[in-house]
């Protein structure tokens, strides 16, 4: 049962023992040594602060044609295949039986920041999405569905995983600050933050 729920997004918080968080950093180790980090350029052409990659069929992938999702890393290779710890945590929490087509792999330097957004390049709304924080903790800022109007915010640690569906599924949110050297998951400060999506 999540530990708490905050504008109909459900928060498991320390869902992920110290054990399994270790384990998942280890395989996006190897995820990211076969496809490298990269910076998405916005349709503006302004870099963004937060580095990518992803494992699966699809990755995100911006620059100034928009927003979409790509079958290959930008280099021109297959997007490694998500690791089963990964595909686990999945399971376990949404309880579907179809896979997610994307991780993708945020990190975030201590002065990376991701405005408020809504998902909205996947197909099919209806399938959740499944967000797993790791290493330094990050400031969540959550809107509505509707732009504008109030937001609160809410640390996510490292550990927390937050599912996001039904009407939650297309809540505007961002994360606007990060607490560098608040975990030493990691080796260097930094937040790693793991979202699976059904894409098409
Ligand atoms: C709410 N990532 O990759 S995770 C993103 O921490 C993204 O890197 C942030 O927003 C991060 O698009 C936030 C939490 C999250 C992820 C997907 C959502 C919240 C969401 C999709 C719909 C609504
Ligand atoms: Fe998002």
Same mark, same amino acid.
């Given at each position: ?68 999702? !790509? ?60 967000? !797993? ?37 297309? !809540? ?29």
């Amino acid at each position: 049962a999540p530990t708490l729920i905050i504008r109909g997004i459900p928060v498991f918080r320390g869902y992920l023992s110290h054990a399994a968080q270790r384990s998942l950093v280890n395989d996006v180790r190897k995820v990211v040594r076969a496809a490298p980090f990269f910076q998405p350029e916005t349709r503006f052409g302004q870099k963004m602060s937060v580095r990518m990659s992803a494992a699966g069929n699809y990755g995100w992938f911006s620059d100034r044609r928009g927003y979409r999702y !790509i079958a290959h890393h930008p280099r021109g290779t297959a997007w490694p295949p998500i690791p089963e710890s990964i595909l686990g945590v999945w399971s376990e929490i949404t309880g579907l039986s179809r896979q997610p087509e994307c991780c993708l792999i945020n990190f975030y330097t201590e002065t990376a920041r991701m405005g408020l957004h809504q998902d909205r390049d996947e197909t099919d709304f209806r399938w959740p999405v499944l967000s !797993i924080s790791l290493g330094d903790s990050g400031r969540f800022r959550i809107g509505s569905v509707d732009r504008g109007g109030p937001t609160e915010s809410l640390w996510l640690d490292s550990g927390d995983v937050l599912m996001l569906s039904g009407p939650a599924r297309l !809540i505007h949110h961002g994360i606007d600050r990060i607490r560098p050297g608040s975990s030493s998951l990691l080796p260097k400060s930094g937040r790693l933050n793991l979202t699976l999506r059904v894409v098409t």
